[in-house]
């Protein structure tokens, strides 16, 4: 016997002992309990970095001496510091180290009888108790039964079982279910005061047969084959070679246990075995420990003398290898035999072992020593823990390895095979997958994008896309058109992140293998075809797109996750992928000949960029800021169009009234050589005929409506929207109209693509690439709604990269290296009727007064009439309620089709974030503008002769509080230094240059570091425009209207009085 600590001491020396109080002393909390059960002791440790279990047997050898063999599952195997912790828990918890089972009871002494009982169940009972038993391989004397209940089926098996301890049978009244026999075996069981029931000995192997007899006993699990009694068999031993190279005794080539004699299990029986050896050593050699190799001389001689005679076979010779330390190989198997499993291992030189198993190995009979690298191995089992795998608890305390559980759904297991694996291969991991693996990963070989012409060009092209694997091509476009179909209407309208699984998604494959697409892959595609969501795929698993829609294809290629797209029957919308990825690339054209105009360097990319439209077919939008010259590059392009021969029909532009006559003028400036005519006034149905034969027609948006069964019927080169915000709304009957026009090719000019909200940008689109922004309901449910209201920036990117081949935008201030100092621009507007039949009254009625006073007095003499009378026509022209009501007499004052013109481009302007100086002569006009001004919410400043504190409208101006200054050509002529204004706009012209040049210097001077645009606003066909031309004819003469203090010059002719006072052009 062992009773205390002195006794182990003396049996296995001090400093074992002294481990083993370490590791106690330690880890005292992570044994939380040791159980006896006769001379079996069992242990489970759990600590932060292991988890192991502890078995220690003791016994008597035949010489009567105490024998204590200890097994652990950690890499020293037997006998460790593990065992010496376990068997002094033991000592200090009982105080006594049994050497023999504990007496048998009662209940195990009516079983000494065989049991015949019938099987005999109440009416109705269908439960059954079932006897499950684990044979424990580290301790062939000792088995372990596991009772458990379920319903009996009819077709022989049973439901799902539920445990059933034996000492519930003492509880009460016992269940119906169980039987006499029952009662006497759970009785039995209940006796040896385990956690777990087990069989040892005669009184085990007693109630082996009882439960064997039941024809309710199974090997290890209640689906497995029911255990019958066996008819006897011999046993022949010899010794076995385990894996790490010791020896033990076999009996049968099935496991056997030794209770009171010999028994095999097999699937379907239990059989007792028969030996010659005398019963002694069949009991000794049982209960006998594995024998190392250094152990075979001293068994084979103590066995020799203990048994002289005997037919037992020798002991092998094993040889030992100490093998050098080396970087131990990761092994990863995935198993899918019990479930999906991830079994990790190591590899040491040529041998593989498992996390649990032992650093000795038995190898071409050497048993092996292995250092293994404890570090390097727990690194791996962290970077599984790491990704989300988790031990298998539930596997047998007796395998070699740790298992791993991911997950019970397959995306995980995919995304792990697609994304860890491979970088784990390239460092070294081993990765094997059984056949039977649930989760078995194919990886396709690339992706593809295939189209194929369905007839003619309105027909458009099938598309499909998938991936390549093993050289046969999946369309995968079937899948994600169901997938999409089955999402409920109410989640169709969210972001593809929330409906997507984080791993991608998994397409099965009928070898059982599935595809794992990546997250982003699939999003690029839904969303790139977005319009899945509502078309259906034709008869090919197609999807049929427009050629407009094929532009968006472009996006394909470029690649979320450096996956390689291979484009099959579409090399030139490939080549047309790769120009649209790479705009800036596009290649430069010479300008055209006739052009009068030299392009600035941004212009000239301008001309290239609507020529690379035109090659390809598509439209766009040139949305440069104002004033950097969107009208010259666009007569520069249909210039370009008619000396290479393609303008073989007419090109039209469709204009703001106010803008209408500046394009002519623009056109017979830069391109004297098109045909241009303008589509506009009272007689205009005349200038229908033969507008096939002219180069470049001219019409505004009112126009459009009104003329629209005359413009629809013409066949157009180049349908051209300036100021195309004018269509923003999709449902106005002027945009309508618009994407009527029969044109081969279309441009929208705006500077402001977007004023209010994207639904505008949509419009435009759809006007110029009719799909390529998906329908009006997709956009706002894939785009607007989430940009505008969540600020979603990834949606905003996939727009903005969209639209970037098609929209060429370029700000003053990004071309400002290539502006001169000053840019003057005229803008000419056309008086609306009211407006003109005032100027026409008040010019007939001057004009006869004029010429009467200069009969009488002489021309010299009628210069402050002359002046009145042009004072009146200009101011007719800046609006009609300048005039009092008795010189307007019966017409009303109506609209100014001047401030109307100032009122569109100021937004503009803000919006592009210029600072701007507004001079007007007329104080009462600027009243006129203040008003408009408040109406549109636009803020200002306000300075003219009447203003007191100069100071405040000019530190907010300055300091980019507002964006508008407005300046009486009177008060702010001399003294202002406003650098920080960019634009100038000058209502209403002074025709004194000087005074004119004056008022830009205020902006224009030393300290300005930015270009500067000078806007003169002009009335077509007034006395404006007349002293416009005057001043480039005549210059000296337009000097000398006034000289530089504001001085009358007498200098007149009766050529100047016509020119001046002549009818309305």
Not at 296 to 305: G, H, I, M, Y
Not at 985 to 1014: C, K, L, M, S
């Amino acid at each position: 016997m062992i009773h205390t600590l002195k006794d182990l001491r003396e049996r296995f020396g001090p400093a074992w002992l002294e481990q083993g109080s370490h590791f106690l002393k330690n880890h005292a909390a992570f044994i939380p309990q040791v159980q006896r059960g006769g001379a079996l002791i069992t242990a489970l440790i759990n600590t932060d970095q292991q988890r192991l279990r502890v078995y220690v047997r003791v016994h008597m050898d035949p010489g009567k001496e105490v024998q204590i063999n200890g097994e652990c599952s950690c890499s020293s195997g037997q006998n460790c510091s593990h065992v010496a912790a376990v068997l002094i828990k033991a000592l200090l918890d009982k105080q006594e180290m049994p050497t023999e089972a504990l007496d048998i009871t009662e209940g195990r002494r009516r079983l000494d009888r065989p049991v015949k009982e019938a099987e005999d169940y109440p009416p109705g009972v269908h439960q059954r108790l079932i006897y499950l038993l684990h044979p424990d391989p580290a301790d062939p004397s000792r088995i372990e039964v596991e009772t458990r209940c379920a319903r009996a089926l009819e077709n022989g098996g049973f439901s799902e079982d539920r445990n059933y301890e034996p000492a519930w049978a003492k509880r009460g009244t016992p269940p119906r279910f169980l039987l006499k026999t029952d009662l006497d075996i759970l009785a039995g069981l209940d006796q040896g005061g385990e956690v777990k029931p087990s069989l040892k000995g005669k009184s085990g192997e007693q109630l082996l047969r009882a439960m064997l007899e039941t024809g309710r006993c199974h090997l290890g699990h209640i689906s497995g084959k029911t255990l019958r009694l066996g008819k006897p068999q011999s046993a022949t031993p010899c010794w076995e070679v385990d894996s790490i190279g010791n020896q033990r005794i076999r009996w049968h080539e099935r496991a056997t246990i030794f209770l009171a004699s010999l028994w095999c299990l097999e699937s379907d029986r239990c059989t007792q075995l028969a030996s010659d050896l005398p019963s002694a050593l069949v009991e000794a050699l049982a209960a006998m420990p594995p024998v190392t190799p250094e152990q075979v001389p001293k068994v084979t001689a103590d066995l020799q003398k203990r048994f002289p005679v005997t037919s037992l076979p020798p002991l092998r010779q094993i040889r030992v290898e100490q093998r050098p330390p080396v970087a131990p190989q990761p092994c990863l198997h995935l198993s899918g035999q019990e479930m999906p499993l991830a079994c990790l291992s190591f590899k040491y030189h040529d041998i593989r072992i498992g996390t649990r198993g032992a650093p000795l190995q038995f190898k071409d009979g050497t048993q092996v020593h292995l250092i293994r690298d404890e570090p390097a191995e727990q690194h791996c089992i962290e970077r599984l823990i790491s990704l989300g795998f988790r031990i298998h608890e539930g596997q047998s305390r007796v395998r070699a390895t740790d298992c791993f559980l991911l997950a019970d759904e397959p995306l995980p297991w995919l995304d792990f095979q697609s994304r860890q694996l491979p970088e784990w291969e390239t460092q070294g991991w081993r990765v094997t997958c059984d056949k039977d693996f649930p989760h078995r990963l194919a990886r396709p070989d690339h992706w593809y994008t295939e189209l194929e012409p369905l007839g003619t060009e309105a027909d458009g092209h099938g598309v499909s896309v998938g991936v390549v694997l093993e050289g046969q091509r999946i369309n995968l476009l079937p899948v994600l058109v169901q997938w999409l179909h089955e999402l409920p209407p109410d989640r169709r309208g969210e972001r593809l992140d929330e409906l997507i699984h984080e791993h991608g998604m998994i397409v099965p494959l009928e070898d059982g293998r599935h595809l794992l697409l990546s997250r982003n892959r699939v999003r690029q595609i839904v969303e790139t075809l977005f319009e899945l969501h509502d078309s259906k795929l034709d008869e090919m698993q197609h999807l049929r797109l427009n050629r407009f829609q094929l532009a968006r294809l472009a996006e394909l290629d470029e690649s979320p996750d450096g996956e390689p797209l291979q484009w099959l029957g579409a090399e030139t919308l490939h080549s047309l992928a790769e120009t649209l990825r790479n705009i800036g690339a596009i290649p430069a054209i010479t300008p055209p000949a006739g052009l009068r105009a030299e392009l600035r360097p941004y212009q000239q990319r301008g001309l290239d960029w609507l020529q690379f439209l035109r090659t390809h077919r598509l439209g766009g939008i040139l949305a440069d800021d104002m004033g950097l010259g969107k009208t010259v590059q666009t007569l520069a392009h249909l210039l370009y169009e008619k000396e290479q021969g393609r303008l073989d029909s007419p090109s039209l532009v469709v204009a703001p009234t106010s803008l209408m006559t500046n394009w002519q003028r623009e056109a017979q400036r830069f391109a004297p050589d098109l045909r241009t005519r303008v589509l506009h006034g009272p007689q205009r149905h005349e200038l229908f005929e033969g507008m096939g034969k002219q180069d470049l027609l001219i019409t505004t948006y009112p126009l459009l409506l009104r003329d629209q069964d005359r413009l629809l019927v013409q066949e157009y080169h180049l349908l051209i929207l300036d100021e195309a915000q004018a269509i923003k709304n999709p449902k106005a009957k002027v945009g309508a109209i618009a994407r009527q026009l029969n044109a081969r090719h279309r441009v929208c000019l705006t500077g402001t693509p977007m004023e209010n909200h994207l639904g505008e940008l949509w419009s435009l689109f759809d006007f110029l690439l009719p799909g390529l922004l998906g329908e009006e309901h997709q956009f706002r449910r894939r785009c607007r709604k989430p940009i505008e209201k969540w600020g979603d920036e990834y949606q905003a990117d996939r727009l903005r990269r969209r639209i970037r081949p098609f929209l060429l935008r370029r700000t003053k201030q990004a071309v400002a290296p290539e502006l001169p100092p000053k840019t003057e621009i005229l803008r000419t507007v056309v008086l609306g009727e009211t407006q003109r039949e005032l100027y026409e009254d008040i010019r007939q009625n001057m004009y006869q007064r004029v010429r009467k006073e200069v009969a009488e007095k002489g021309l010299s003499r009628c210069g402050i009439l002359i002046l009145t009378a042009l004072l009146k026509l200009r101011q007719v022209c800046c609006d009609p309620r300048l005039i009092s009501p008795e010189d307007r007499g019966r017409i009303e004052a109506g609209h100014s089709a001047k401030l109307e013109l100032l009122m569109d481009l100021l937004p503009e302007m803000i919006e592009e974030g210029r600072r701007i100086l507004l001079f007007s002569q007329f104080t009462s006009m600027l009243g006129l503008i203040e008003q408009a001004l408040q109406a549109a919410g636009i803020d200002y400043v306000l300075l003219t002769g009447n203003t007191r504190d100069r100071t405040t409208p000019i530190d907010r101006f300055q300091t980019g509080k507002v964006p508008l200054f407005l300046i009486s050509l009177k008060a702010g002529g001399v003294g202002l230094n406003l650098t920080a204004a960019d634009t100038v706009i000058h209502y209403d012209p002074w025709w004194n240059p000087a005074v004119e040049r004056q008022a830009t210097d205020r902006a224009h001077r030393i300290g300005q570091e930015n270009p500067v645009f000078v806007y003169k606003l002009i009335s077509e066909g007034t006395v404006e425009e007349r002293i416009q031309i005057m001043q480039e004819r005549k210059q000296a003469l337009a000097d000398g209207l006034y000289d530089s203090t504001g001085a009358a010059d007498p200098q007149w002719t009766e050529n100047d009085l016509e020119e001046l006072f002549g009818p309305l052009a």
